[in-house]
């Protein structure tokens, strides 16, 4: 969330995106009354299964719980 504004920030997302991978999180995944801030970093470089990510809502704490879902692809084997 501080791309732009933080150096260092800046090199470990390019140093990523450099890797082919994607952030799954983009939201915040911490929220106080005085700041937000994203926490959770989930990366992936799949390009062959449909991933569905997101973020759970829950007032238990000031953060909150995410989750990725990979959709593999069938797989026949024999046991």
């Known amino acids: 969330m501080k791309y732009s504004r933080d150096n260092t920030v800046t090199e470990y997302v390019d140093v990523l995106y450099s890797l082919s991978c994607k952030a799954l999180i983009?939201?915040?995944?911490?929220?106080?009354?005085?700041?937000?801030?994203?926490?959770?970093?989930?990366?992936?470089?799949?390009?062959?299964?449909?991933?569905?990510?997101?973020?759970?809502?829950?007032?238990?704490?000031?953060?909150?719980?995410?989750?990725?879902?990979?959709?593999a692809a069938d797989i026949n084997t024999t046991f």
């Open 26 to 71: 983009n939201k915040p995944t911490r929220i106080t009354e005085q700041s937000s801030t994203l926490i959770d970093h989930i990366y992936t470089n799949n390009t062959k299964h449909a991933i569905v990510s997101g973020i759970s809502i829950f007032d238990l704490s000031d953060h909150m719980p995410t989750f990725s879902i990979v959709k």
